[in-house]
């Protein structure tokens, strides 16, 4: 995919790569290096500079003072017995502060010689050079020696050096095969990584992705997978970091953690592991999966139990609670027979009527709380919302109006089309009944990032209150005083949870807007249902194969032999013709190619055990799907999917 990294980022990126870059090059060259700048304070040094002078590592770090540099090497006896260190220190200071382009050679106290070699910078500060020159200076001193000596030296020394160039050849050797099985092994652990269904990461103690598996962008939809040299939150995003970054931060203090959050932006559920980086440097190594799956079969777990629990309570208080309902219902009609003054009828009458009314109540508990197991079956979204609009709107006055806007990457989901029908027809009539028999309700269908089905249903009426936005989903709650029994949003709330979703209520600047969630399954075929005529000369193979039809909902009619085929494949609404190749005196691929030319729109498949060299089969498959024989459901299930594909 194309890099949408900021230009500032990439060039931050860039130069952190490229100063790691010049840093490794500075430590692989023999001599050492310091720059300082024009504050006398260190800029850049190499690792050799370090070791040659024995320094501490706050005195090769960025920011380091001249004169405290000056002043340990004087205390560690590098310049020999100094007789004011303070004197010597301020000299060098001076010296350094009128610096002048020098090359001097001196004799260090541990005997070795080394060069120094200085140059000024063009904007203030210097750069200099140390070189240890003491083989070059041990050779001069030979050539001063006797001749005859000069040359046992030289092939002593000539002997000394062809061993050395001996054990670095043999040196240079081994570190090659380290090379290629380090190379080896990194290339293995990239591929298995790479290939783990996670996240894998690790940010350096500025929050610095300095590795990663390119995994991010599958586990969150609209990231880079290429984050390295990209910060927390430019690789994350701001909304997702922030989530994040609290957690991140006691981990780069050693402390380990596991944390779930649901990214704002795609609304799938994550699960990070912070492990802090063994090193101790600050650095964090991150772990995430995608629990989404895992969260919504949770939830749904959860509200199963939930729903056992609530009917073991209310179960035997519902009982009894109605016998004595039954009890007041026949006295009612006992004290109506008799005589009664004047309006006793009346109080009779309400409370033959309250006695209904908390029957229907127990009804409604008994729903809410009862055994109910979702039935999920393939649903085609055109035919759901064609079937549920006039439904909506009898429900609705002249001046209302309901407007449906569904925008879907998939005709058909695995959904359980009755509750959901149901749900909707009640925030329908919620919505209704927020408004002055005037007004919109807007009810809008779309896929957010392949996780969820989200459903928003938007009304111009008053909206919620702050009691109904605190308390709407709580069993009993109602604003519609008698008129409501208060679990209207309860019973949505119940059957979305069922389902593994979501539920949440809000404002607009126009009305109230309720917020829907299922999990987005994808059907693997169309739901509605087709006729097919399904042609075999043996029954048993023809029962077997009308049987999986019919259990995945479509209608089937059957014909023992070509002849009788032809007859029904000229009736209406025929949608498919499944035919086995062998029928007898005619085959089915003729009989295919008849039903073609007569009826180019139907949709045409074959059957057969023959193998697929055979001739026959050969010459079917170039027109049409074959099933083997035997043929079972998940086979005819793909081939009824290639029609939505189609």
Not at 241 to 250: E, F, K, S, V, W
Not at 270 to 280: K, L, N
Not at 539 to 560: P, S
Request: with cysteine; proline share 5%.
């Amino acid at each position: 995919m194309p890099d949408e990294r900021p230009a500032n980022s990439q060039s931050r990126a860039d130069q952190r790569m490229n100063a790691a870059f010049t840093r490794a090059g500075l430590n692989l060259i023999q001599q050492a290096l310091s720059i300082y700048d024009a504050d006398l304070r260190l800029a850049v040094c190499n690792r050799p500079f370090q070791t040659m002078f024995g320094l501490p590592e706050w005195l090769v770090t960025p920011g380091a003072p001249f004169d405290e540099t000056i002043r340990f090497l004087v205390e560690a006896g590098e310049y020999g017995a100094v007789d004011d260190p303070e004197e010597f220190v301020t000299t060098r200071v001076e010296q350094a502060r009128a610096f002048v382009p020098h090359y001097m050679e001196r004799t260090r106290a541990n005997g070795h010689t080394i060069s120094v070699e200085g140059s000024p910078l063009p904007d203030g500060g210097w750069v200099t050079v140390y070189t240890d020159i003491t083989p070059a200076k041990r050779q001069e001193a030979l050539l001063r020696a006797r001749s005859e000596e000069l040359s046992d030296q030289v092939l002593s020394h000539s002997e000394e050096l062809a061993r050395t160039n001996r054990q670095l050849e043999a040196t240079i050797a081994q570190l090659q095969e380290a090379k290629a099985a380090l190379t080896e092994m990194e290339a293995r652990t990239r591929l298995v990584t790479e290939m783990t269904p996670a996240h894998i990461a690790h940010v350096d103690a500025e929050g610095i992705y300095t590795f990663t598996n390119r995994r991010l962008s599958s586990l969150l939809p609209g990231r880079q997978s290429d984050i390295v040299g990209l910060s927390f939150e430019e690789a994350l995003g701001p909304d997702t970091a922030t989530i994040l970054r609290d957690t991140l931060d006691r981990a780069a203090a050693g402390e380990p953690a596991l944390m779930e959050f649901t990214d704002p932006t795609s609304g799938r559920r994550i699960r990070s592991a912070f492990t802090p980086d063994e090193r101790g440097d600050g650095g964090v190594y991150l772990l995430s999966t995608d629990v989404t799956e895992e969260t919504q079969a949770r939830a749904a777990l959860e509200q199963t139990h939930k729903r056992e629990l609530a009917a073991q309570l209310t179960s035997g208080l519902a009982h009894d609670f109605a016998n004595l309902l039954t009890i007041i219902l026949g006295l009612q009609t006992r004290l109506e027979k008799m005589p009664l003054p004047i309006g006793a009828h009346e109080l009779t009458s309400a409370t033959r009527h309250a006695v209904r009314r908390g029957g229907l109540l127990l009804d409604k508990i008994a729903d809410m709380t009862g055994a109910r197991n979702v039935q999920t079956a393939p649903v085609v979204m055109a035919d759901f919302l064609n079937a549920f609009t006039p439904l909506a709107r009898a429900t609705l006055p002249e001046g209302i109006t309901l407007n449906i806007d569904a925008d879907l990457r998939h005709p058909a989901l695995m959904l359980d089309a009755g509750s959901l029908q149901d749900g909707l027809l009640n925030l329908v009539l919620n919505a209704r009944d927020a408004m002055d028999r005037a007004g919109q309700i807007t009810l809008s269908l779309r896929d957010v990032k392949e996780t969820w089905l989200e459903i928003r249903v938007d009304d111009t009426g008053a909206g919620f209150s702050q009691e109904a936005l605190d308390n709407a989903l709580n069993p009993f709650f109602t604003t519609k005083g008698q008129d409501g029994s208060g679990l209207g949003l309860t019973m949505v709330y119940d059957q979305v949870k069922l389902a593994g979703g979501t539920i949440r209520i809000g404002n607009t600047d126009d009305g109230a807007r309720v917020i829907l969630r299922l999990p987005l399954r994808p059907a693997e075929a169309l739901a509605r249902p087709r006729m097919i005529l399904l042609v075999d000369d043996m029954d048993d193979i023809r029962a077997q194969v009308r049987e999986g039809l019919i259990a995945q909902g479509h209608q089937v009619l059957e014909a023992a032999s070509a002849e009788e085929a032809e007859d029904l494949a000229d009736l209406p609404g025929l949608d498919w013709v499944i035919s086995d190749i062998r029928l007898g005196g005619k085959d089915g691929v003729a009989l295919l190619s008849g039903i073609a030319d007569r009826h180019p729109a139907l949709r045409l498949a074959l059957m057969t055990s023959l193998p697929p060299a055979d001739p026959l089969r050969q010459d079917g498959a170039a027109r049409w799907p074959v099933l083997t024989k035997p043929v079972d459901a998940s086979a005819l299930q793909a081939l009824l999917t290639r029609e939505v594909a189609a």
